[in-house]
Nanobody, 123 residues
């Protein structure tokens, strides 16, 4: 089994900063992609930032230049540094990971999600 544990969500004033962390643990052979989605009330879940095999980082247009995704491969941990936050960033942020695991001696690709961490941007 694989677990993703998120932390760092909080209430922050507009213009402020937060750093989210997501630590992956369990029987992971390798991480294919890891990153963050978010979902605001009444809206669909959207990709915020994702690191693909440590080579390509994708960002949503709405966060480019403000958010930075970084990854500590040795710790299977990904961080999301969020700067210049505004009310539109208020959401539950979910960490996800596409990983290879071994099941019944077979290599399988699976997707796992964290439980979510709340970010509220408000004065």
């Amino acid at each position: 089994q694989v677990h993703l544990v998120e932390s760092g969500g909080s209430l922050v004033q507009p213009g402020g900063s937060l750093r989210l962390s997501c630590a992956a643990s369990g029987s992971i052979v390798s991480i294919i992609a890891i990153g963050w989605y978010r979902q605001a009330p009444g809206k669909e879940r959207e990709l915020v930032a994702a690191d693909t095999s440590g080579e390509i980082t994708k960002y949503a247009d709405s966060v480019k230049g403000r958010f930075t995704l970084s990854r500590d491969s040795a710790k299977n941990t990904v961080y999301l540094q969020m700067n210049s936050l505004n009310s539109e960033d208020t959401s539950v942020y979910y960490c996800y990971a596409d990983v290879y695991i071994v099941t019944d001696s077979r290599l399988e690709k699976r997707t796992y999600w964290g439980q979510g961490t709340q970010v509220i941007v408000s004065s």
